[in-house]
C-alpha cells in the first residue's frame, strides 16, 4: 500500500458524460500527478499540482482539468467524453515539487460507452 | 524529447530462472531511472531507483545498473519466482532547472513466470 487513495475504483459512463477523479496523496506529501494508462498511448503524464497550485502540463486534452484543493487532495474533471477516453487514470504524489520519487495510487479505471 | 525504450514482450520464463528485461533511454543531462511494477490489477509499484551513473538500484533481489555509457538500466533477476509474474515499467526523470519532475515511461514489458 502505497499510502496513495484513489475513487472511485471504477466508473462507467456513456460519451459526452462529465465525471470526475478523486486522488489523496500520502500524508505529508505536497505534490500530485496525474497519469493515464491506455493500450494505445501506454502511461502518459498529464497534470502536476504542488501545494495547490499547477505545476506542469503534460499531453493534458482541454476537455480535461485539475485541482488541487488546501487539504492537499486532488481531483481530475473529465468532461464531453469520448470512447477513447477509456482508461486507467493514476494519481501520484511526491513529498514536494523537486523529489524524484512518485507513488501511485491504485489507479481509477474509466470506461466510456 | 526524453524517451524510453524498452525490450518488447510478453517474456515468459520458468520458475528459478535468470530475468533480464532491457531499457534504453535518450535524454540530455542526467535523468534519475526508475523501475515500477504493476501486478494484475493493480498500481504502480516502485520497484528500484538510481540517481547517478553507476549507481545500482535494487529491491527483492532485482537489480538495474545506471549506465551512461550506454545510456541503459536493464533489470535482472537471478532466480525468478510465479509471484515476479506482472507488467515492468522502466522510466525517466529529468526536468529543466527548476521545472517539474514528471516520468516519462516505456511501454512496459509483460512477466509471466510458470511453475
Known amino acids: ?25 500520502r500524508s505529508g506529501d505536497l505534490s500530485v500527478y496525474w497519469y493515464q494508462q491506455s493500450l494505445d498511448q501506454g502511461l502518459q503524464f498529464l497534470i502536476q ?10 499531453n493534458i486534452l ?7 484543493f488546501p487539504d492537499l487532495h486532488s481531483e481530475l474533471n473529465l468532461s464531453s467524453l469520448e470512447l477513447g477516453d477509456s482508461a486507467l487514470y493514476f494519481c501520484a504524489s511526491s513529498r514536494d515539487w523537486a523529489s524524484d520519487t512518485q507513488y501511485f495510487g491504485p489507479g481509477t479505471r474509466l470506461t466510456v460507452l | 524529447g526524453d524517451s524510453v525504450t ?5 517474456v515468459t520464463l520458468s520458475e528459478e530462472a ?9 535524454a540530455t543531462g542526467y535523468p ?19 540517481t547517478k551513473a553507476d549507481d545500482k538500484g535494487s529491491n527483492k533481489g532485482f537489480e538495474a545498473t545506471y549506465r551512461k555509457e550506454t545510456t541503459s538500466f536493464h533489470l535482472e533477476k537471478g532466480s525468478v519466482q510465479v509471484s515476479d509474474s506482472a507488467v515492468y515499467f522502466c522510466a525517466l526523470n529529468n526536468p ?6 514528471q516520468l516519462t515511461f516505456g511501454s ?4 509471466t513466470v510458470l511453475p
Open chain 2, 18 to 26: 535468470f530475468l533480464t528485461i532491457n531499457c534504453t533511454y535518450t
Open chain 2, 6 to 10: 524498452q525490450m518488447e514482450g510478453p
Open chain 2, 32 to 50: 534519475s531511472l526508475f523501475w515500477y511494477v504493476q501486478y494484475p490489477g493493480e498500481g504502480l509499484q516502485l520497484l528500484l531507483k538510481a
Open chain 1, 62 to 68: 482541454e476537455r480535461f482539468s485539475a485541482q488541487q
Open chain 2, 108 to 111: 512496459g514489458t509483460q512477466l
Open chain 1, 49 to 58: 499540482y504542488y501545494n495547490g497550485e499547477e505545476r506542469a502540463k503534460g
Open chain 2, 96 to 101: 529543466p532547472s527548476g521545472s517539474a519532475r
Open chain 1, 1 to 25: 500500500d502505497s499510502g496513495v487513495t484513489q475513487t472511485p475504483k471504477h466508473l462507467i459512463t456513456a460519451t459526452g458524460q462529465r465525471v470526475t477523479l478523486r486522488c489523496s496523496p
